[in-house]
């Protein structure tokens, strides 16, 4: 059985993983969840987990197209491209997923702002899921404009 959370209240998983890349000591700048981000980033974990691939390009679709389907990004993101989704897999333990990623260097300074271009980006929204007996979670970091 696949089960896709709702994006509400504080004890979602998806939440509690933006809490942790918002409050964490590394962090560069200020980041807020945003709403539209987040239903982004719950698109791409249903799709990995509809067809039980976990990349970061499914069918020929990119991270920036599900972006655009909710918000809109700078006009220098590319279409076929990624410059706002980071991604992890395996388990339920959201603190263990939270550092995996942060531990990774390319995925830290997406997370924490680490380069100008990342800096500039100050909008989250993670998506979590179950399914295929694995845990789930889409990490969107964006400039919006």
């Given amino acids: 059985m696949n089960i896709y959370l709702p994006i ?14 918002i409050k964490d000591s590394r962090q560069q700048r200020v980041l807020k969840w945003n709403e539209d981000l987040a239903k982004a980033a719950q698109t791409k974990v249903k799709l990995m987990i509809d067809t039980n691939i976990f990349a970061h390009v499914i069918g ?3 991270p920036n197209q599900i972006a655009r389907q ?3 990004l700078p006009e220098y993101y590319g279409v076929f491209a990624n410059n ?4 992890v897999q395996g388990s339920k333990d959201v ?21 100008p271009f990342f800096a500039e980006q100050t909008d989250i929204g993670v998506g979590y899921g ?14 919006i404009i």
């Fill in 60 to 62: 020929g679709i990119w």
């Fill in 84 to 87: 706002c989704e980071s991604l």
């Fill in 95 to 115: 603190n263990l997923m939270f550092e995996s990623l942060a531990n990774s260097p390319s995925h830290s300074k997406h997370l924490f702002g680490l380069t």
């Fill in 130 to 143: 179950e399914g295929h007996n694995n845990y789930w979670f889409a990490v969107y970091i964006s400039r």
């Fill in 8 to 21: 509400i209240g504080n004890n979602n998983p998806a939440k509690q993983f933006a809490d942790l890349v």
């Fill in 70 to 72: 909710y918000v809109l």
